[in-house]
């Protein structure tokens, strides 16, 4: 499947990519980024599918890389998942938000509660009417908030109850000694959001100890000079579900793990084997059991 924006580029530009999908033992091998003659292949996969942006000119290829993981996000937004026989099912809505989400070769709309007021998420029912009718998913009008200093929010949102729920997701990767003992370990964050919140809300967001972290990533939305100088987040937030920041806790700070380990390796004297049992128990870490 292709789309095309500013010309149509030959598709034999994709034999540079098959050539390197060939020689690659697992797709992961597969290099992000690769210098044809006149071009940049740059791919990301997910959910076993490839998705190849090609440039023209030099770009920055995480800016690349980023613009087609939201691509695949959006894409789970509308459809709940993103497999192969999905985007098959769904063709025309998929091509409808390539329109949107790049204008002649540049991101325009990235935000799920925007371009869901552009492009309607497919249901049976909408799809029986516009086979009917003849008529798309796309809205005639722009969206409110499209033209506006805060493009990823719509106005006039109204709710009856206003709600907001923040998950904080971290993955933690340790190696811990024979003795119980943490050598090294390193946290993978996120913040994920549900913001339920009538009118234009402003939030603020403050940590008990920001100087844990070693690397961020925010949501544009986040105000970063407020961050740089005071280390709060401030933030006027898009409708309904968002990942408000990404971070890294590295391994030069002391990380409470919060979970014990435990082993015992028995191996037999003949060399035929041994066993080896794991045991894993939650840790009181600053009070909090997990």
């Given at each position: 499947m292709e789309k095309h924006w500013k010309s149509v580029i030959s598709r034999s530009v994709c034999d540079y990519f098959f050539d390197h999908q060939r020689k690659a033992s697992s797709p992961e091998d597969i290099p992000p980024v690769i210098a044809t003659p006149h071009h940049y292949l740059i791919s990301v996969y997910r959910s076993s599918m490839f998705f190849v942006a090609v440039c023209t000119t030099e770009v920055a290829p995480l800016f690349v890389?980023?613009?087609?993981?939201?691509?695949?996000?959006?894409?789970?937004d509308y459809f709940s998942e993103c497999t192969e026989s999905i985007i098959k099912e769904h063709y025309v809505v998929v091509y409808e938000l390539l329109d949107e989400m790049l204008d002649n070769g540049f991101p325009l709309a990235t935000e799920s509660n925007i371009l869901k007021e552009l492009i309607k998420p497919p249901n049976i029912l909408r799809t029986i009417a516009n086979t009917v009718t003849g008529k798309s998913n796309v809205s005639s009008t722009l969206p409110s908030g499209q033209l506006s200093n805060i493009p990823w929010r719509r106005t006039g949102v109204k709710y009856t109850n206003n709600e907001a729920y923040f998950d904080m997701i971290e993955e933690v990767d340790a190696i811990i000694d024979k003795s119980g003992s943490t050598v090294c370990a390193e946290i993978q964050g996120?913040?994920?959001?549900?913001?339920?919140?009538?009118?234009?809300p402003d939030l603020s967001l403050s940590f008990v100890n920001p100087r844990l972290f070693d690397d961020v990533s925010f949501h544009p939305c986040v105000r970063f000079k407020r961050w740089e100088s005071e280390r709060v987040l401030s933030f006027i937030p898009p409708d309904g579900n968002f990942r408000l920041m990404s971070y890294h806790i590295g391994s030069q700070s002391i990380v409470a793990i919060p979970v014990y380990v435990r082993h015992s390796l028995c191996l037999r004297e003949s060399g035929s084997g041994g066993r080896l049992d794991i045991t894993l128990g939650p840790k009181q870490t600053l009070g909090r059991t997990v």
């Open positions: 890389v980023e613009f087609l993981h939201r691509v695949v996000d959006t894409f789970e996120y913040i994920d959001c549900c913001i339920k919140l009538s009118g234009m």
